[in-house]
């Protein structure tokens, strides 16, 4: 894992995120954004999701809690690849207004993925 676990940025205009240029090979497989387990968001490498995300919300469709994993993280999930040339991504509208994230937010590990809440979030 990289030596980065936390950053703050301020998205631009187009609601892009630059991820850190020390992080940027961790994401070279891609993007997953997803809504978190409160008022924040997930932001995972793509093979991280498909390696831990995707097996965990697998199992019976009678089974209550994996239904409850799958809406909570399939809900607003977007896919995409880094912009290569800045390491950009943006992040949906409708993600950010889940999170309150206004312009600036905060991300921090939490083990293979980054938590993404507004500077002022007491998680």
């Known amino acids: 894992m990289a030596g980065i676990d936390y950053f ?15 992080l940027r090979n961790e994401f070279a497989s891609g993007v997953v954004l997803t809504r978190g387990f ?9 093979n991280v999701w498909d390696r831990e995300v995707e097996p965990a ?3 019976s469709i ?6 409850d994993l799958n809406v909570r993280f399939r809900r607003g999930k977007t896919e995409a690849e880094l912009d290569q040339k800045q390491g950009r991504v943006t992040i949906e509208q409708h ?28 998680i």
């Open 8 to 22: 703050e940025r301020k998205l631009d205009d187009k609601r892009r995120l630059t991820i850190p240029t020390e």
């Open 38 to 46: 409160d008022q924040y968001l997930h932001l995972y490498p793509r």
């Open 57 to 59: 919300l697998t199992g």
């Open 62 to 67: 009678l089974d209550e809690k994996i239904s």
């Open 95 to 122: 993600l950010l207004d889940y999170a309150g994230i206004d312009r600036e937010l905060v991300a921090v590990r939490a083990g293979a993925y980054f938590r993404i809440m507004p500077p002022n979030a007491d």
